[in-house]
């Protein structure tokens, strides 16, 4: 799953590989058009969809994981 994450993640930043510490904290590219963008295509790739609050707090590849799990779960 996470590898999963991490693909659509790169795809929507356009960046050539993502670090497991990926944040929008330590990542220019996530800014907040991109991360609506990732949004969607995560409900898109996991077919879940996502509460406002957790799209608030889903600002890093760790939370983006935790909350992706409980979804599926």
């Known amino acids: 799953m996470r590898e ?3 693909h659509v993640i790169k795809g929507i930043l356009n960046l050539d590989s993502i670090p497991d510490d990926i ?3 330590n990542c220019a590219e996530w800014d907040s058009m991109h ?3 990732l949004v969607v295509a995560l409900e898109t790739e996991f077919d879940i969809s996502f ?3 957790d799209i608030a707090s889903m600002k ?3 939370e ?3 909350r992706v799990k409980s979804l599926l779960n």
């Open 60 to 62: 890093s590849l760790d």
């Open 35 to 37: 991360h609506l963008q």
């Open 64 to 66: 983006i994981e935790e």
């Open 51 to 53: 509460e406002p609050e």
């Open 4 to 6: 999963r994450i991490k």
């Open 23 to 25: 944040s929008q904290k």
